[in-house]
């Protein structure tokens, strides 16, 4: 089989990335009134407070996203993760199995034995990446229990 690279994302933090935009739009509505209504100084700086949070939310938000991405790599004798400068190797002997589990079915163990476990997290916008990647999974242990019995 030739080797194989998945791009998995983790879901979006939506939570965040509303949070943000209700703080950035209710702090330029303050700040936008405040300075067109001649009011207190005190709102106008909450107002610039406000936007100022949403914004940085907002970014911290986008950067967590770009720091949650990983690369899964699959070839004849085992798979390597990379992503958040780490790398998890693994080897399809040392697999004994794979389960799928979590709300969506977005969560995929690896197990190595009694101990050792990888965990896979996908985002449930693209159910059929995860069934893509489960089916390549299984079909690569298969063929390295094959190989070696």
């Known amino acids: 089989m030739a080797e194989t690279t998945y791009l998995i994302q983790s879901r979006p933090p939506v939570r965040a990335f509303v949070i943000a935009a209700l703080c950035a739009l209710v702090g330029a509505g303050l700040l936008v009134l405040a300075v067109s209504q001649g009011w207190h100084v005190a709102v106008t700086i909450i107002g610039a407070i406000l936007l100022a949070c ?62 050792r476990r990888t965990h896979l997290f996908f985002s449930a916008s693209d159910p059929d990446q995860i069934d893509t990647v489960l089916d390549d999974l299984r079909d690569r242990l298969k063929a390295s229990r094959r190989r070696s019995a």
């Open 54 to 115: 949403g914004v940085a939310l907002a970014v911290a938000a986008g950067l967590a996203m770009r720091r949650l991405r990983v690369y899964l790599t699959m070839d004849e004798d085992g798979y390597s993760l990379v992503g958040q400068g780490e790398e998890h190797v693994g080897d399809w002997l040392d697999v004994n199995q794979v389960t799928r589990s979590g709300e969506g079915g977005g969560h995929v163990i690896i197990y190595h034995g009694p101990e």
